[in-house]
């Protein structure tokens, strides 16, 4: 077994007083809250080096044992997005057409979702998140740690920093998606986690008029 020493560095994170902290948490709040998902791009183009910011933000993201089980496939070639959108819809098809649920359907009728896709041709880029179960290295497997928790940490990251951009997102999860990892061609040890559209949203666009839970719903103090 090979052991590593720990190395340890200083700690230069920021801090507040009270009053700024206030200030900056209910801010943020209100900013995070004006979140939304959309489903209804604009093919307007965003430099990709923004999307190579976002990206990596969601890189930072804490990770079981450090080990960032994630790959990020950025997709702009319009050939690869025709793919995944033709692949997605035959997959939704089937899903809408007896896969799902009634109660699944119903509960997805706010949404006015359907088999169709067009934003995965539209939107300027689609990002593809792949989780990776294990790394190899040479013949050896090494398992990685919590990756769902982890995976999950940095799309959420992701979508954060693509709000902050300025940008829509919609995290879509077309069902079964292995389609994602022969089109992309990754390796046996990652399997698609989700599926990113991102851009502008189209003008005009309308969004579900559905409500958050309020705080007392969500928040449990115990004392
Ligand atoms: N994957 C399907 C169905 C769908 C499921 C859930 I849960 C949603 O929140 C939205 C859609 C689709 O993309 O249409």
Same mark, same amino acid.
């Given at each position: 077994?090979?052991?590593?020493?720990?190395?340890?560095?200083?700690? #230069?994170?920021?801090?507040?007083?009270? @009053? $700024?902290? =206030?200030?900056?948490?209910?801010?943020?709040?209100?900013?995070?809250? !004006?979140?939304?998902?959309?489903?209804?791009?604009?093919?307007?183009?965003?430099?990709?080096?923004?999307?190579?910011?976002?990206?990596?933000?969601?890189?930072?993201?804490?990770?079981?044992?450090?080990?960032?089980p994630w790959t990020f496939c950025?997709v702009?070639?319009?050939?690869i997005?025709?793919k995944i959108?033709?692949a997605a819809?035959e997959e939704?098809?089937? #899903?809408?057409?007896?896969?799902?649920? @009634? $109660?699944? =359907?119903?509960?997805?009728?706010?949404?006015?979702?359907?088999?169709? !896709?067009?934003?995965?041709?539209?939107?300027?880029?689609l990002i593809v998140v792949f989780k990776r179960a294990y790394?190899?290295?040479?013949?050896?497997?090494?398992?990685?740690?919590?990756v769902?928790?982890?995976v999950?940490?940095?799309?959420?990251?992701?979508?954060?920093?693509?709000?902050?951009?300025?940008?829509?997102?919609?995290?879509h999860t077309p069902s079964p998606m292995n389609f994602l990892q022969e089109i992309l061609g990754r390796p046996k040890n990652e399997r698609p986690f989700l599926l990113?559209?991102?851009?502008?949203?189209?003008?005009?666009?309308?969004?579900?008029?559905?409500?958050?839970?309020?705080?007392?719903?969500?928040?449990?103090?115990?004392?």
């Amino acid at each position: 077994m090979q052991t590593t020493e720990p190395s340890f560095i200083a700690y #230069n994170g920021l801090q507040f007083s009270t @009053e $700024e902290m =206030l200030n900056r948490s209910k801010e943020y709040y209100e900013f995070m809250d !004006k979140r939304r998902s959309v489903r209804v791009f604009s093919d307007k183009q965003v430099p990709f080096e923004v999307i190579e910011h976002i990206v990596m933000t969601a890189s930072s993201a804490p990770s079981g044992a450090h080990k960032q089980p994630w790959t990020f496939c950025v997709v702009s070639s319009p050939e690869i997005k025709k793919k995944i959108k033709e692949a997605a819809e035959e997959e939704e098809y089937e #899903n809408y057409h007896g896969r799902m649920s @009634e $109660e699944w =359907l119903e509960d997805l009728e706010p949404f006015a979702t359907d088999w169709h !896709k067009p934003f995965l041709e539209i939107a300027p880029y689609l990002i593809v998140v792949f989780k990776r179960a294990y790394e190899m290295e040479g013949e050896e497997k090494h398992k990685n740690y919590y990756v769902n928790e982890s995976v999950g940490l940095a799309a959420g990251f992701l979508l954060t920093a693509i709000h902050n951009a300025g940008l829509v997102a919609l995290t879509h999860t077309p069902s079964p998606m292995n389609f994602l990892q022969e089109i992309l061609g990754r390796p046996k040890n990652e399997r698609p986690f989700l599926l990113i559209p991102v851009g502008y949203p189209a003008e005009g666009v309308q969004v579900p008029n559905i409500d958050r839970k309020p705080k007392g719903q969500v928040l449990i103090h115990y004392k």
